[in-house]
C-alpha cells in the first residue's frame, strides 16, 4: 500500500489560494487518491477524490500528474474557516486497508 | 438523518478492565473501519470490514478485536486495555462495491478513551 507524504504545517491568508501537494511514489494502478479535512475533536470529512488529471467539486480541485506519483489539492479563496488538518491518503479499490500519514496543519490567517 | 454513532463518547477506565466502543451506521454501508489518532501520528488504521462475517488487520491492530455480526453494527473490544491504548477513537463507514472504483468514507464523532 502506497506511503504519502505531506508537509506538517501551512500558513495562508485569508482570500489566498492554497495548494497542497502529496507525495505517494508507490502508488499502484488500482489506487485513488483521497483528500480528507479534519478540524479539532471532529471526525475527518472527506473532500475529494480522484484517480488521474483534475478533479473540481465545490470546495476544491484535485490535480493528478500522468505519471500519479504525486496529487495537489487546491482550496481557492481561502477563508478562516479553511484552517484544518488535510490529509492525503491512497485507497486500493480492491482492499480496506488504508494509511491516512500525518496530515497538514493548514493555519489561514486573517 | 445519515450518520455514524458512537457509544460512549467519552470513557476513563482502568487497566485490564475490559471494554466495549460500540459503531452504528444507518446508511447501509458494506465497509466499516476503525482508527485511532494520536498527537503527531495522525489516524491509524486498527481494524475494517468489508462485510459481515468479514474482518481484516489494519496497521495497528494488537490489543484491539472486533466483529460485525451485523451491517450496521461493528464494536471495537478492548479486553484488557492498558495505558498506551489511551486515544481518540474514530469509526467510519463507505460503501463498497469490490470493483474498479473506491467511496469516501463516513466518519464518526470519535470516542476518548482514558486508560489509567
Known amino acids: 500500500l502506497a506511503k504519502t507524504t505531506q508537509p506538517i504545517s501551512m500558513d495562508s491568508y485569508e482570500g489566498q489560494e492554497v495548494n497542497i501537494t502529496c507525495s505517494h511514489n508507490n502508488i499502484a494502478t488500482n489506487d485513488y487518491i483521497t483528500w480528507y479535512q479534519q478540524f479539532p475533536s471532529q471526525g475527518p470529512r472527506f473532500i475529494i477524490q480522484?484517480?488521474?488529471t483534475k478533479v473540481t467539486n465545490e470546495v476544491a480541485s484535485l490535480f493528478i500528474p500522468a505519471d500519479r506519483k504525486s496529487s495537489t489539492l487546491s482550496l481557492p479563496r481561502v477563508s478562516l474557516s479553511d484552517t484544518a488538518v488535510y490529509y492525503c491518503l491512497v485507497e486500493s479499490s480492491n482492499t480496506g486497508k488504508l494509511i491516512f500519514g500525518q496530515g497538514t496543519t493548514l493555519q489561514v490567517k486573517p | 438523518e445519515a450518520q455514524v454513532t458512537q457509544n460512549p463518547r467519552y470513557l476513563i477506565t482502568v487497566t485490564g478492565k475490559k471494554l466495549t466502543v460500540t459503531c452504528s451506521q444507518n446508511m447501509n454501508h458494506e465497509y466499516m473501519s476503525w482508527y485511532r489518532q494520536d498527537p503527531g501520528l495522525g489516524l491509524r488504521q486498527i481494524y475494517y470490514s468489508m462485510n459481515v462475517e468479514v474482518t481484516d488487520k489494519g496497521d495497528v491492530p494488537e490489543g484491539y478485536k472486533v466483529s460485525r455480526k451485523e451491517k450496521r453494527n461493528f464494536p471495537l473490544i478492548l479486553e484488557s486495555p492498558s495505558p498506551n491504548q489511551t486515544s481518540l477513537y474514530f469509526c467510519?463507514?463507505?460503501?463498497?462495491?469490490?470493483?474498479?472504483?473506491?467511496?469516501?468514507?463516513?466518519f464518526g464523532p470519535g470516542t476518548r478513551l482514558t486508560v489509567t
Open positions: 467510519a463507514s463507505s460503501l463498497f462495491s469490490g470493483s474498479w472504483s473506491s467511496y469516501e468514507q463516513y
Open positions: 480522484g484517480y488521474k
